[in-house]
């Protein structure tokens, strides 16, 4: 027999997920994560695309 059980986050943690989902709609913010996007692309390709991820 399988038992699920249903977690709250404390109730800090809910706040600062409401706070940071909306500062996620503010046009600033998806210009500033646009920019960490492509570098992390950049990136993930270096280390997986060319096997660099250990380079000694």
Same mark, same amino acid.
């Given at each position: 027999?399988?038992?699920?059980?249903?977690?709250?986050? &404390?109730?800090?943690?809910?706040?600062?997920?409401? $706070?940071?989902?909306? +500062?996620?709609?503010? &046009?600033?913010?998806?210009?500033?994560?646009?920019? $960490?996007?492509?570098? +992390?692309?950049?990136?993930?390709?270096?280390?997986?695309?060319?096997?660099? $991820?250990?380079?000694?």
């Amino acid at each position: 027999m399988v038992f699920s059980s249903v977690g709250f986050p &404390p109730r800090e943690l809910l706040h600062l997920q409401i $706070r940071n989902r909306a +500062e996620q709609q503010d &046009p600033d913010w998806h210009k500033r994560y646009a920019v $960490r996007s492509g570098i +992390e692309g950049t990136v993930c390709e270096f280390a997986h695309g060319h096997g660099m $991820r250990r380079c000694c």
